[in-house]
């Protein structure tokens, strides 16, 4: 059964790795109202890879330092490089979310300077990589499903792990770090749906300790 006010299952996922089900079902109306504040800042955009491909995945940020990619490579900006100005700041409540998550996820302590917000719709994929454009990896990585349901892939430390298929609804929230921390994943071709809050997307917020 799903708890409605995120006090709900735990499941394991590997050693420093888990799905916290629902454990932002209760804030997900606000949290997207905030989204829609920064994207009006900082507009959803499709970034180029270093190897020229655009990325089906539309991408915005905020907080101190934001991932970006193009020609010169993966890294973290404090600029945004449509705009020319700092990332809108991280709300408080993505912050203490992020924080009481990674606690639940078995580490306290989490101090994220950096929100990536993924926008996904029906065919967008996002496929099999590590998250190690960090500084360093002592910190995990929370990352809070909203919208639409997708097929999270989740991975070993090898690309050739076979990744388990994990289906991620609304509220979830996966927390990976420590042994974890560098475990391959990705994000299945998003399924045709409408979701009552976001309509025919799903997004993804992913809180890291970038700097
Ligand atoms: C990511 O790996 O940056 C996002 C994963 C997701 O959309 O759930
Ligand atoms: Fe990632």
Redesign the pocket.
Known sequence: MRDLFGGGDIEALGDGAAVLRGFALREAKDILAAVVEVSAAAPFRHMTTPGGYRMS?AMTNCGRAG?VTDRRGYRYACDDPETGRAWPPMPPSFRDLAMRAAAAGGFDGFEPDSC?I?R?EPGTR?SL?Q?RDERDYAAP?V?V?LGLP?V?LFGGLQRSDRPRRVP?ESGDV?VWGGPARLAF???MPLAEGHDPLTGRS?I?L?FRRAL
Request: no cysteine.
């Open positions: 995945v991932w990536l993924n996904y996002l990589h998250d990585i990352s499903s997708a999270f991620l996966a994943h990705g994000i799903r993804n992913t």
